[in-house]
């Protein structure tokens, strides 16, 4: 009886760790095959914001670290002048849902879908404009972040050409 209660506590104790390992994950040792890693974009979650946006399925936050930050209040990209070195943009996704508390119709954040960054490094991405593109797929039932290896760098750079003149960089510094 002994010998069967410690397998199953250890199986149980092996479930939990696993568990614990998992919502435990190092998302800065994430890194795409193209060099875009998501140690570069340390600290996202204090960057300034750039604008929003809503799309069918997602609710978004454009996030600028303060080299971008700085180039968007000088006039950049309106200027003519492409963004400096050092620009980083996170865009943060979430599922939308309908708020059952507000007294009036609005769409909510509800679960992380995933998070999109771009990197202006002209060394490192000449073929690109000088961006570097990447999504980390968020996965919920884990609380870990994937790599989309699918979606970029091509997505980002076919999706971002349509706004080349400004720089590959489609959202605004919105008015505050």
Request: hydrophobic letters at 40%.
């Amino acid at each position: 009886m002994y010998g069967k209660v410690l397998i199953l506590g250890s199986v149980v104790a092996l479930a939990v760790a696993s568990s614990v390992a998992g919502s435990l994950q190092d998302k800065y040792s994430l890194k795409l095959p193209d060099g875009v890693a998501f140690s570069d974009f340390k600290g996202y979650e204090d960057w300034q914001l750039i604008s929003s946006a809503k799309t069918d399925d997602r609710m978004k936050v454009i996030l600028g670290n303060p080299t971008i930050i700085a180039a968007y209040k000088s006039g950049i990209p309106g200027n003519g002048k492409p963004f400096p070195e050092g620009s980083k943009i996170a865009k943060v996704q979430w599922k939308p849902k309908k708020s059952t508390e507000a007294p009036f119709v609005v769409d909510v954040p509800d679960v992380l879908a995933d998070l999109f960054f771009m990197e202006k490094d002209s060394k490192r991405f000449p073929a690109t404009g000088g961006w570097g593109y990447a999504q980390f797929d968020y996965d919920p039932a884990s609380s870990t972040f994937i790599a989309d290896k699918a979606g970029t760098p091509g997505c980002g750079q076919t999706c971002h050409v349509a706004v080349k003149a400004k720089d590959y960089v489609f959202h605004p510094y919105q008015m505050r």
